[in-house]
Antibody, heavy 115, light 107 residues
Framework: QLAQSGGGLVQPGGSLKLSCEVSGFSLSDSEMNWVRQTPGRGLEWLSYISSRGTSILYADSVRGRFTTSRDTAKNSLFLQMNSLKVEDTAMYYC??????????WGQGTLVTVAS | DIQMTQSPSSLSASVGDRVIITCRASQGIAKSLAWYQQKPGEAPKVLLYSASRLDTGAPSRFSGSGSGTDYSLTINNLQPEDFATYYCQQYYSTPDTFGQGTKLEIK
């Protein structure tokens, strides 16, 4: 299971940190991702972190503003979002990558960027 | 980035019908394709991966096929719980990209 927290309302230019606490499997054995969804842009992959944590990838739209990290002792994944823009308003999901597909998803957390 | 064009964007059907949803990639993706079902207020749920492999727990009335750039999701004998939005996803190359979705509604 993936339990997400940390969403909310933030002003443009602000920061927010999302969390995804996993249970039933280990982050050390899993490739994890962040995906967001908006009514207008649909589903958008944002970031990937390898099972060893040594490889982290980002979508162009968030590279340099968002940072993915994890705490394997707490079996938790994080997304630090800085310099937020109105267009970052979305439902954010953490998801486990299996063969390339995403076989486990968090429940989602809503991020609203507005003044 | 690989563009995924999904069609139709919406579809009306009746319980018991067979429906087909297609997804076309802007370049070949070697069957690196998954299909998801999403219901309102829920996260997407994987149905198929590698274009045609059924996820454990997904009903056998769902099937997938395709190769190269063209893929399809078939739902046989539609059930009431199948009315939802469906998405394809390519994971052949980074970034993963998704189709825009097909909303399946009750006729």
């Amino acid at each position: 299971q993936l339990a997400q927290s940390g969403g909310g309302l933030v002003q443009p230019g602000g920061s927010l940190k999302l969390s995804c606490e996993v249970s039933g499997f280990s982050l050390s054995d899993s490739e994890m991702n962040w995906v967001r969804q908006t009514p207008g842009r649909g589903l958008e992959w944002l970031s990937y972190i390898s099972s060893r944590g040594t490889s982290i990838l980002y979508a162009d739209s968030v590279r340099g503003r968002f940072t993915t990290s994890r705490d394997t002792a707490k079996n938790s994944l994080f997304l630090q979002m800085n310099s937020l823009k109105v267009e970052d308003t979305a439902m954010y999901y953490c998801a486990r990558r299996r063969y390339g597909d995403f076989d486990r998803w968090g429940q989602g957390t809503l991020v609203t960027v507005a003044s | 980035d690989i563009q995924m064009t999904q069609s139709p964007s919406s579809l009306s059907a009746s319980v018991g019908d067979r429906v087909i949803i297609t997804c076309r990639a802007s370049q070949g993706i070697a069957k690196s394709l998954a299909w998801y079902q999403q219901k309102p207020g829920e996260a997407p749920k994987v149905l198929l991966y590698s274009a045609s492999r059924l996820d454990t727990g997904a009903p056998s009335r769902f099937s997938g096929s395709g190769s190269g750039t063209d893929y399809s999701l078939t739902i046989n004998n539609l059930q009431p719980e199948d009315f939802a939005t469906y998405y394809c996803q390519q994971y052949y190359s980074t970034p993963d990209t998704f189709g825009q979705g097909t909303k399946l509604e009750i006729k």
